[in-house]
């Protein structure tokens, strides 16, 4: 991973740009192009370092969402995560050490299309979504330093 890369991933983890540019304007605090900004965003993303890159709502603000997690045979992890991680509702999953060991939030902006997507991927990998929804709101930040030397 490059310097810029690495500027990428760490600086703009809270306060992103809230402009009709916003790589434009990270651009700009870098001290390169939009295009270089895009285009080190996209790479990483088809590498698998960065999922997605936008803005987190908290929420039931816009949309509705849940937190979901599967009981997964462990020698079907990979090819379960795969499948839940293309979902287009799903903005990130991870594996955990417990019976249920993969969790993933879905969200999208009706409460039936939730209920769509829980039941699509349930058909799909021949596992049952344990529903989790949000109860009580706690706000903690999840971003990280990832600075390193």
Known sequence: MNELERHLLNDFQRGLPL??????AMAERL???????IAHLRAMQEAGTVSRVGAVIRPHRVGVSTLAAMAVPPERLAEVADIVSACPEVNHNYEREHHYNLWFV???GREERLREVLRDLELRTGLKALDLPLLEDFHIDLGFDLRWT
């Not at 001290?31 to 900004?37: I, K, L, Q, T, Y």
């Open 31 to 37: 001290g390169v192009s939009e295009d270089e900004v």
């Open 106 to 108: 879905v969200a999208t």
């Open 19 to 24: 402009t009709s540019r916003p790589y434009a």
